[in-house]
Nanobody
Framework: QVQLVESGGGLVQPGGSLRLSCAAS????????MRWYRQVSGKERELVAT???????NYLDSVKGRFTISRDNSKNTVYLQMNSLKPEDTAVYYC???????????????WGKGTLVTVSS
């Protein structure tokens, strides 16, 4: 089985920065795309950033120029550097990875349990 664990959330003032991490572990053969989502209570989960195995990235318009997604394939870890944070960035942030598990020929999606980011003065 595969597990994803996020870390790095917390309380930060507007204009501040946080770096989220998401480490995958378990029976991993290969990880394809890795993504960060966020969800505010009562709203649908939204896709914030994507990075594929070759390094190509894509971002939600409202975070472009402020957030940077990156990955360390040797550690099966994806990061989200968040700068110039705004109160509207407050949410639970989740990572999702498309993982080809050992013994399988196709990728399956796995989710972390989320980490809370609160932007407030």
């Amino acid at each position: 089985q595969v597990q994803l664990v996020e870390s790095g959330g917390g309380l930060v003032q507007p204009g501040g920065s946080l770096r989220l991490s998401c480490a995958a572990s378990g029976s991993i053969f290969r990880i394809n795309a890795m993504r960060w989502y966020r969800q505010v209570s009562g709203k649908e989960r939204e896709l914030v950033a994507t990075i594929i195995s070759g390094g190509t990235t894509n971002y939600l318009d409202s975070v472009k120029g402020r957030f940077t997604i990156s990955r360390d394939n040797s550690k099966n870890t994806v990061y989200l550097q968040m700068n110039s944070l705004k109160p509207e960035d407050t949410a639970v942030y989740y990572c999702k990875a498309a993982v080809v598990a050992t013994g399988f020929s196709y990728a399956m999606d796995f989710w972390g349990k989320g980490t809370l980011v609160t932007v407030s003065s």
